[in-house]
């Protein structure tokens, strides 16, 4: 028995190791990333990066009609941010805040666009847990972030 306790022991010390950890913080970062990056992709004119797509207008304008800000600023600003926070999460530059920045956008797409409770325990919580991770922990050793902190601390010293 108490071998198998030891190997218990060493294989949860190996795997709650800075490096399974940073794993894991690499596939949340992605997931996270391909959530909004999706979601991008709707609100573009095929084979372009940032030409948005003018029925994007339409939809908010009827069917997102909850949103406290006006259609003419919300498309362009939604639009360019499921472009630029992906991006920087799967680069692993400015994790905390592009991570923030998307569960901001899932609260207010929450509140204002899909009100109904019953959403809520679907992607919205998804994408809450999955930015509370990365807020509360960073981008771990695979990112341009700890890359940056190493080049940073070594010009520091």
């Known amino acids: 028995m108490s071998n198998m306790i030891n190997l218990w022991n060493r294989l949860t010390g190996l795997?709650?190791?800075?490096?399974?950890?940073?794993?894991a913080q690499l596939f949340t970062r992605i997931a996270l990333a391909g959530?909004?990056?999706?979601?991008?992709?709707?609100?573009?004119?095929?084979?372009t990066w940032l030409q948005i797509d003018e029925t994007?207008?339409?939809?908010?304008?009827?069917?997102?009609?909850?949103?406290?800000?006006p259609t003419d600023i919300a498309v362009p600003m939604?639009?360019?941010?499921?472009?630029?926070?992906?991006?920087l999460l799967v680069l692993g530059l400015f994790t905390r805040f592009?991570?923030?920045?998307?569960?901001?956008?899932?609260l207010v797409i929450?509140?204002?666009?899909?009100?109904?409770a019953a959403h809520f325990f679907g992607w919205a919580i998804t994408v809450l847990a999955l930015g509370g991770f990365l807020?509360?922990?960073?981008?771990?050793?695979?990112?341009?972030?700890?890359?940056?902190?190493r080049v940073a601390g070594a010009k520091a010293a």
């Not at 592009?98 to 956008?105: I, P, R, V």
């Not at 929450?110 to 109904?116: G, T």
């Not at 807020?135 to 902190?149: K, N, T």
């Open 98 to 106: 592009s991570a923030l920045a998307l569960m901001g956008m899932a």
């Open 78 to 87: 939604a639009t360019y941010a499921e472009f630029l926070f992906p991006i």
């Open 135 to 149: 807020v509360s922990r960073g981008g771990g050793l695979f990112s341009l972030d700890a890359l940056l902190g």
């Open 35 to 47: 959530i909004f990056w999706r979601s991008y992709k709707t609100k573009v004119v095929e084979d």
């Open 110 to 116: 929450q509140l204002f666009v899909f009100p109904d």
């Open 56 to 69: 994007q207008y339409f939809i908010f304008e009827n069917e997102f009609s909850g949103l406290p800000i």
């Open 15 to 23: 795997l709650s190791g800075t490096v399974f950890e940073s794993i």
